[in-house]
């Protein structure tokens, strides 16, 4: 007979004595470090051959675990910054092309004629609606799924702690056959709430849980905005840039005007570059401040949506999957009520019952009285 680890079933575990030595030595495993008692370890036959056992200190396990953290990382919520940088890009370049196509005029002239500060004012607010155009269509995928039901339950309707494998079983499927569900936040709460639920076994827990999962998924709805944000701040910081550089412009071509102050022809000249130079530096304020309006106001419909969209699914957790877990403790209180339905009363013990309650109450109203 040898010993086995009660936690990871490892056959490396060594006696330790603590205190007096007998048969309470506390007895640690090799395997994950833990202690028991020699009466919680089970026992085997060395005979009946060895199999093989996965610790939990196993490498291969960690890196499992590590690798779907990292799977899920920028999930849900999250929008690929640089497929979206490449559509900003294309979208500027066939902007820029189609003003090359039409009529010259002052629009035109705003985004060509004024250096290169406008054709970057372009692409980044370009970046920054396909940023939000993203996640307005990743927002109405998660909508849809609000009306899928996703919980998997026995056939009285509700899950058991250890009916909480076959649900997420169940959930796993759906998730593997549609890749909006995987990647969507009912999805990946209810898996959360579940596997809680299953380890915990008690419905109160769930709660609680639940609720630090909303608001940790409201901070990464937020956080997600960050980079539109920053994105937003840059385009007036670029209308500015502009700005100064049309009055150095203009102020270089002033010094120009008074070194030619003798010639008419010259002076006419100077004056062109300085009206030029702040023709620069007034447009491309105007520009970057026009195109931060056409940004913001974006950013606040969507997050505002998604907002919205949060307190669906807390809506749905709270109406759907908390109702239909059953605790330790529910089972419980079921199983003494269904005992006590099917035991026989018989009709004399009811009626001494119920004139034994009359007799109570009438000597609580004398002693009131």
Not at 141 to 156: P, Q, V
Request: proline share 3%.
């Amino acid at each position: 007979m040898e010993r086995v680890c009660p936690y990871c079933e490892s056959t490396e575990v060594a006696s330790e004595v603590s205190g007096t030595p007998g048969e309470h030595d506390v007895q640690r495993c090799a395997g994950c470090g833990r202690s028991s008692l020699p009466g919680e370890s089970s026992q085997r036959d060395s005979s009946q051959g060895s199999r093989q056992v996965q610790h939990v200190s196993d490498g291969r396990s960690f890196a499992s675990f590590s690798k779907r953290l990292r799977d899920q990382r920028g999930e849900p919520g999250e929008i690929s910054s640089w497929p979206a940088a490449a559509v900003g890009f294309a979208s500027t370049l066939l902007f820029y092309g189609s003003l090359r196509i039409l009529p010259e005029s002052g629009f035109s002239e705003l985004f060509m004629e004024r250096g290169w500060v406008p054709y970057v004012i372009t692409l980044i607010s370009s970046w920054a609606l396909t940023l939000l155009a993203a996640k307005f269509l990743r927002l109405r995928r998660e909508r849809r799924i609000l009306d899928h039901d996703l919980i998997a339950t026995n056939s009285n309707g509700r899950i058991s702690p250890d009916d909480a494998a076959a649900a997420l079983d169940a959930l796993e499927v759906m998730r593997q056959e549609s890749k909006a569900i995987a990647e969507s936040f009912l999805a990946r709460r209810i898996e959360r709430a579940l596997r809680h639920f299953q380890s915990r076994r008690r419905f109160v827990e769930v709660v609680d849980f639940l609720a630090s999962e909303s608001r940790n998924d409201e901070s990464r709805v937020d956080a997600s905005y960050g980079l539109v944000r920053v994105l937003v701040w840059a385009v007036p910081t670029l209308g500015f840039i502009g700005t100064v550089i049309g009055i150095g412009a203009a102020v270089a071509g002033f010094s120009e005007t008074l070194e030619a102050a003798s010639s008419l022809d010259g002076m006419k000249e100077s004056i062109g570059l300085v009206t030029g130079g702040l023709g620069v530096a007034f447009d491309t304020t105007l520009l970057a401040l026009v195109m931060s309006i056409l940004i913001m106001f974006p950013i606040s419909a969507v997050q505002r949506i998604e907002e919205a969209f949060l307190s669906d699914v807390d809506e749905y957790c709270a109406e759907i999957l908390l109702p239909a877990l059953l605790d330790e403790a529910d089972m419980i209180v079921d199983s003494r009520i269904s005992s006590v339905a099917d035991t026989p009363v018989d009709d004399a013990v009811i009626v001494a019952l119920a004139e034994r309650l009359v007799a109570s109450m009438r000597m609580a109203d004398q002693g009131e009285s």
